[in-house]
């Protein structure tokens, strides 16, 4: 409730998901999208993902539930803080895009 988030099927990529802080979590952000749309193929998830004041735990539990979504990009931004960022981008090397003010992202 009273959460809002953003997202587009990209023709021949996938879903791209645009949360704001995703509340619920950004897995089920992702999951829920991908029920409205019936996309399997995740191709982008930005955003802020609401880990700054989370445990251990709970950020490792969150990373490894979006590597298995296996998105092609992964964007955490404001409220997903330091250390799930640095998880983010010691997991999924290859996924990971540090966002920075005045980034702009075409699809």
């Known amino acids: 409730m009273g959460e809002q988030a953003l997202f587009f099927l990209v023709k021949g990529k996938g879903l791209v998901v645009l949360a704001g ?4 979590g950004i ?3 992702v999951k829920h999208t991908q029920k409205i749309t019936g996309a399997e ?3 982008a998830v930005i955003g802020g993902f609401h880990l700054v004041a989370s445990d251990h735990e709970t950020v490792q539990k969150t990373v490894a539930d979006i590597k298995a979504l ?3 990009y992964v964007v955490p931004t404001h409220c997903t803080g330091f250390e799930a960022i640095t998880v983010f981008q010691r997991e999924m090397p290859n996924q990971f895009v540090l966002n920075t003010a005045g980034t702009k992202y075409a699809f």
Request: hydrophobic share 30%; net charge neutral.
């Open 27 to 29: 897995v089920n952000t």
């Open 70 to 72: 296996a998105p092609d």
């Open 21 to 24: 802080c995703a509340h619920p």
């Open 41 to 43: 193929k995740v191709h």
